[in-house]
């Protein structure tokens, strides 16, 4: 959505880019499997301490202000009501990533499983919650009820290839609350929304796999704490 609708960046660009960022070291240095907070946990145990090795915590907040900030600037400025009008031709392009994706599952014999994409986007949302939003383009910034119907054309989109392709899906999108005890912006979760998400998926792949009561629990109280 952010580059097909929002225009934040190239497509195609992000096809290329979102392998390598995902699995290799080109972003940031790291790949995002190696910035899990459960792997940064476990890492100081796993591994040796070697001599002279620091660690350097990085704040990068700032940049998130800054962007809410030109959003808000935006809205007065450029206001966007009605939806993209690229909104049917991204579905479209959507849909048959998800197509594919499920092709070359089926391929490798690989089990699938889709999760809709949950947002804090509400036409109702208070002026309070709306200053956490930050995503915009050139230009200019969508209002809340566009991002809500925008938002929803993809998550429909992902439960109709489901439906028509009989695979399971999970519709996050629909079970999480719209406010601040998910996310800390348009679509992050912070750590109340984590745990949150962590258990409705446990839940189904349990249910899915037959997870035995007992490894139920052990997950519920690694979920909830001691």
């Not at 350097?56 to 202000?65: F, S, T, Y």
């Not at 909104?87 to 089990?111: E, P, T």
Request: charged letters at 25%.
């Amino acid at each position: 959505m952010g580059a097909l609708v929002l225009a934040s960046r190239s497509f195609d660009e992000r096809q290329r880019e979102a392998d390598h960022e995902t699995l290799t070291s080109t972003a940031e240095h790291r790949p995002y499997y190696r910035r899990l907070a459960l792997l940064r946990h476990l890492t100081p145990y796993l591994l040796p301490v070697r001599p002279g090795r620091k660690t350097m915590l990085q704040d990068g907040g700032d940049w998130l202000e800054t962007a809410r900030e030109k959003r808000r600037q935006l809205l007065e400025t450029k206001p966007i009501d009605g939806v993209s009008p690229n909104l049917s031709l991204a579905c479209g392009i959507y849909r048959a990533s998800l197509k594919n994706i499920a092709f070359q599952c089926r391929r490798r014999g690989l089990d699938l499983v889709f999760i809709t994409q949950p947002t804090i986007y509400r036409k109702d949302l208070p002026d309070k919650l709306q200053r956490l939003l930050w995503m915009n383009n050139s230009i200019g910034a969508f209002s809340m009820t566009a991002l809500e119907q925008m938002a929803n054309a993809f998550n429909q989109t992902m439960i109709d290839v489901c439906q028509e392709e009989g695979l399971d899906c999970i519709d996050l999108a629909a079970r999480l609350a719209k406010d601040t005890t998910v996310f800390y912006d348009d679509c992050h979760f912070n750590t109340g929304g984590c745990e949150t998400v962590a258990g409705i998926v446990t839940e189904f792949l349990a249910a899915k796999y037959g997870a035995t009561s007992s490894h139920q629990e052990r997950v519920g109280t690694s979920l909830n704490g001691p």
